[in-house]
């Protein structure tokens, strides 16, 4: 369940969580408290993902929620993507596709990986490692990152990496 806390993490203020209905493991706000205000989150069950897409795609070009998340069960293919990538561009809002490992989607402009990692000094479960696999205009990486309780946001905790030539000055 790594990728939804990924996504409340993401999602920081306002947000719309579209599944299909037929979907086994309810999800609660409540659930999410820690990562976001649960009065905050509307959710919103379809009958088949061809109409969540269409609930997306609205709620996106309306802009009237700022971020829409949507669970997908079958690939999208470049049409569906691209009317997705099309309305939040015009509500000015963010979409996020959330797709079962190893699905994919072409139409991305980022794709991401989120798991958890085991952190043997500390309690805290909320270590994990999002990785980016795909950034059509950018970097792919990956970074740990932990949640603040106190400062409610994520936090990089990766250790600093050598860039060139700083290997000699280590000696």
């Known amino acids: 369940m790594a990728f939804s806390a990924m996504a409340a993490a993401a999602a920081s203020g306002p947000v719309l969580w579209i599944r299909e209905s037929w979907q086994e493991g309810g999800l609660h706000p409540v659930g999410f408290a820690q ?3 649960p009065a905050r989150v509307l959710l919103a069950r379809s009958a088949h993902q061809i109409d ?13 929620v700022p ?22 561009k015009a ?19 980022t794709r991401w990986h989120a798991r ?3 952190d043997p000094e500390s309690e805290d479960s909320t270590l994990m490692c999002w990785e980016i696999k795909k950034n059509k205009s950018g970097t792919i990486g990956a970074w740990d990152v932990r949640w603040s309780h106190q ?21």
């Open 35 to 37: 990562f976001l205000d």
């Open 52 to 64: 969540s897409l269409a609930v997306a795609e609205e709620a996106l070009r309306d802009g009237v």
């Open 67 to 88: 971020c829409v998340l949507i669970e997908v069960t079958r690939p999208l293919n470049l049409r569906e993507g691209r009317r997705l990538q099309l309305a939040a």
């Open 91 to 109: 509500g000015r809002a963010t979409g996020l596709c959330l797709i079962p490992e190893g699905m994919g989607s072409n139409a991305a402009e």
């Open 116 to 118: 958890p990692k085991f």
């Open 151 to 171: 400062a409610r946001r994520v936090h990089v905790v990766s250790p600093v990496r050598l860039g060139p030539g700083s290997q000699d000055a280590l000696g």
